[in-house]
């Protein structure tokens, strides 16, 4: 038995997100039908995280267990042969130590969410990135941003069926920055919450928009109750970038 490390980007739109349901595809249950066609073996994918419908990925990390012998950049093509035509590839593929977890070895996690800044209607971007037209000040945005950076209770920051057993999380990095009419939100940490980073920014636009102050968020994180906080962003603009071990 081997098992491989696989790192993807897909474009989460067509999908009911990362885990296998009952209610539509989803990416993982995409994988595991190309490697059964590839391997002929039915198999477990494993993602380092359970990304939400319509939420994308450049850097997500996987890994599965295959009995048959085969190379791994034999196994990253028939993979993507397999999935076509849905938008998912596997960028690349290698050995991994038996004892390694896609979800359960990861040291951090990082997210970029993309808004874009504009009142005319997205053509290239629909559906990967957040339209706001009302004028959003990026400058206050972040340091607004700052306050939630560090070891806190985000309850107010959560989406209410969470299965997480804390809502005390470490946000290692949040950074709001504009270029021309996108602003980039970056946020890094070992794991999040779930909506966590949509949460975020969704109050973060309180703040761009003049609504808020950095002292409302602060009082929002400390309120620790989700009704206290912006409310939750797209799933179209958020992306995970990168996982790291």
Not at 49 to 78: C, F, S, W, Y
Not at 99 to 120: E, K, P, Q
Request: neutral net charge; charged residues 20%.
């Amino acid at each position: 038995m081997t098992r491989f490390r696989l790192t993807l980007e897909y474009d989460g739109g067509p999908f009911v997100g990362w885990q296998r349901q009952d209610n539509g595809p989803s990416i993982q249950q995409a994988l595991e039908e190309a490697v059964l066609a590839t391997v002929q073996e039915a198999c477990l994918v494993y993602g380092a995280g359970r990304t939400d419908a319509g939420v994308h990925a450049l850097g997500q990390v996987a890994h599965v267990d295959i009995g048959k012998p085969i190379e791994p950049n034999r196994l990253m093509a028939a993979i993507n042969f397999h999935v076509k035509p849905q938008p998912i590839a596997v960028t690349s593929c290698e050995i991994a130590a038996d004892d390694f977890h896609a979800r359960f070895s990861a040291t951090g996690r990082a997210y970029l969410y993309r808004i874009v800044n504009r009142r005319a209607p997205l053509t290239l971007d629909r559906g990967q990135a957040w339209l706001l037209s009302v004028p959003l000040d990026a400058a206050a945005m972040h340091r607004a941003a700052q306050r939630l950076v560090g070891r806190h209770d985000f309850t107010s920051f959560r989406a209410t069926l969470c299965q997480a057993q804390s809502p005390v999380k470490t946000l290692d990095r949040l950074d709001v920055m504009r270029q021309g009419e996108e602003i980039q939100v970056i946020a890094e940490a070992r794991s999040f919450l779930h909506h966590q980073v949509r949460n975020m920014v969704g109050t973060l636009r309180l703040v761009g928009e003049g609504k808020w102050s950095a002292d409302d968020v602060t009082a929002a994180l400390e309120a620790r109750d989700r009704s206290a906080s912006g409310p939750t962003s797209p799933p179209d603009g958020l992306y995970l970038t990168r996982v790291s071990y």
